[in-house]
């Protein structure tokens, strides 16, 4: 009776443990599948954020490919240009682009070139930047200086490091062929524009 009671607890013991072993097996297939499913999605992620940068780049290309060196720029004096002072405006197109154009500049990692000079006591610059419709500057002006000769060189380094900038849609290419945007600069853990 003992050896039969000791049989049956040593076979239940041992389905135990396979079935521990079934579940730790299921268990780590599991992760396993889970782990391969994150790094598809981490892969698809990154090709697509591959495309759009090549998408971008092959607009930069094309816009400047389009841009004939040799095909002089008309006056300014001829030009159909929109002068944006603030954030509210009732073309709402222009808006657009200039939160577009302020985007870029926010988020390209621009800060690490004002950093240093923006230490400096200065007042908060305000600054014009004329943007052509094929996405080139025409013009920066500092209708405020910052006071610091460095800061300004620095914020005029920002806006080349960003050019071309986007063209402009169809609906403003029609009517503008220069958009004013004037924002205010100011600096504390990154650049922003008011």
């Known amino acids: 009776m003992q050896r039969e009671a000791a049989r049956t607890e040593a076979a239940q013991r041992e389905a135990a443990r396979v079935e521990a072993e079934r579940r ?10 889970e782990a391969q499913e994150a790094a598809a999605r981490r892969e698809a992620a990154l090709r697509a954020i591959g495309r759009q940068l090549d998408e971008e780049a092959a607009q930069r290309q094309a816009a400047t490919a389009s841009a004939d060196p040799s095909r002089p720029l008309p006056p300014p004096w001829t030009l159909r240009r929109y ?17 577009a154009w302020e985007r870029k500049i926010h988020l390209n990692m621009t800060f690490d070139m004002v950093r240093e000079p923006a230490k400096q006591p200065h007042t908060n610059p305000v600054v014009k930047v004329a943007i052509r419709s094929d996405g080139s ?3 920066v002006t500092f209708v405020v200086s910052s006071g610091v000769a460095a800061l300004d060189n620095a914020i005029q380094r920002v806006i080349d ?4 900038y986007r063209v402009f ?4 290419a029609r009517e503008y062929d ?3 945007i004037r924002r205010t600069w100011h600096f504390d853990t990154a650049i922003r524009l008011y």
């Open 24 to 33: 730790e097996t299921q268990r780590q297939e599991a992760a396993r599948v």
């Open 83 to 99: 002068r944006l002072f603030g954030r509210t405006d009732p073309n709402q197109d222009v808006i657009l682009y200039a939160e």
């Open 137 to 139: 500057v025409e013009s």
């Open 161 to 164: 490091s960003q050019k071309p």
């Open 169 to 172: 849609p169809p609906s403003l």
């Open 178 to 180: 220069v958009i004013e």
